[in-house]
């Protein structure tokens, strides 16, 4: 009797051959969005670096040197990434203007992230995002900035009191230094009122490893200390 409706040996091996096939692709796929990726991460600091050509930057801390000495604009850390934040960081590199309007360097968590006009999707991918209706740094007032919980933003769960954030415009260096971390609701927005007082405050939702839609919001109050022009 012939064995009807089972496959036989060789259609195995071939669906076998088809799945090693598909999956290669896929891996060469996620290969090439990484180099595209880093490629674009590396230009977009290049970029602003030359934007700023003459410019002297804020000093890291403890020493006299720039803040961004030493720094190869390498592709940034996605260990801690989500793999769903990696791939759209991939699809989003290229979706927005090369030159950021800032570069926020945290030496204390390892974090470079450079920061976009507005909090669209391509621009919180791709790195972070000034909220709209906040200054621009510095412009009086608190500068509000915002990103993804399981991106850049992963990093500010290892930040303190007291940490040092660096801010570097085309035409200036900020210090700022964190004085408040909490946790509080989407609907407390005055954490994110513009004000008077030269503030920087950054904005990730909260928990870092919540599955879904995140409840809570995670903000980081630091008050600016010194400008270099």
């Known amino acids: 009797m012939p064995n009807r409706g089972r496959p036989t040996p060789r259609a195995l091996g071939r669906l076998e051959s088809c799945c090693w096939g598909f999956g290669l692709i896929l891996v060469l796929v996620w290969l090439a969005a990484a180099l595209w990726a880093e490629a674009g991460y590396r230009l ?4 602003f670096d030359q934007s700023r050509f003459g410019v002297a930057l804020a000093a890291s801390p403890g020493t006299d040197a720039p803040s961004h000495a030493g720094l ?17 960081y991939a699809e989003a590199r290229w979706n927005v203007p090369l ?5 926020i360097r945290i030496h204390s968590v390892g974090l470079e992230v450079p920061v976009f006009p507005g909090t669209s999707e391509a621009n919180m991918t791709r790195g972070a995002g000034r909220i709209a209706g906040s200054p621009r740094f510095g412009e009086p007032g608190n500068v509000s900035v915002s990103s993804h919980r399981d991106g850049y933003f992963r990093k500010l769960r290892d930040l303190r009191v007291g940490d040092e954030i660096v801010v570097d415009t085309r035409d200036a260096s900020y210090r700022y230094v964190i004085e408040e971390i909490r946790i509080t609701d989407p609907s407390d927005t005055v954490v994110l009122w513009p004000g008077d ?3 920087l405050t950054l904005v990730t939702c909260y928990p870092f490893d919540f599955i879904g839609r995140a409840p809570q919001r995670y903000v980081v109050r630091a008050e600016l ?5």
């Open 44 to 47: 977009a600091l290049t970029a």
């Open 197 to 199: 007082v030269p503030e």
């Open 225 to 229: 200390r010194k400008e270099l022009k």
């Open 72 to 88: 190869s604009h390498a592709p940034p850390d996605q260990s801690a990434w989500s793999a769903e934040r990696i791939r759209q």
């Open 99 to 103: 030159t950021p309007e800032a570069v």
